[in-house]
């Protein structure tokens, strides 16, 4: 058996927005920690494997509570329709030795876009 982990890091979707170029999800991260005094990183590293069009943007710290803050996953409109695992980590020392902690998986499910959706800027001959 070995210790427990001295934090943990927390994952949640606070919102799915749908846009025109693909979908923005909105995630926030939360330390808990055993030891208030342990210093936990100010951004947490973001993974989503197989997901080739992602993005990760506005990764920003809680002002008010350092422990948490949030960021965006954003897709195109050629992002594959499909469930993807997302991950985040960061690094704590504990001990004068790194230990990189894992989030628990995140299910992002990407719907797929709306195919009767028409493109603004679609010239009239196009879109026959």
């Known amino acids: 058996m ?3 982990s001295p934090a943990t890091l927390a994952l949640k979707f606070e919102s799915t927005e749908k846009k025109e170029s693909g979908y923005a999800f909105h995630v926030r ?22 997901f080739i069009d992602m993005r990760v943007i506005e990764m920003k710290v809680d002002k008010d509570d350092p422990t948490t803050g949030t960021f965006v996953v954003t897709s195109t409109k050629n992002s594959l329709p499909a469930k993807y695992n997302l991950v985040a ?39 026959r």
């Not at 991260?29 to 197989?50: C, G, H, L, Y």
């Open 89 to 127: 980590s960061g690094r704590i020392m504990l001990d004068d030795s790194p230990q990189e902690i894992y989030s628990p998986i995140l299910l992002l499910d990407l719907p797929a876009l709306d195919t009767e959706e028409k493109n603004p800027n679609a010239s009239a001959v196009a879109a």
């Open 29 to 50: 991260w939360k330390w808990n920690r055993r030891n208030p005094m342990q210093r936990i990183p100010e951004t947490v590293s973001v993974e989503v494997p197989n």
């Open 2 to 4: 070995t210790d427990s």
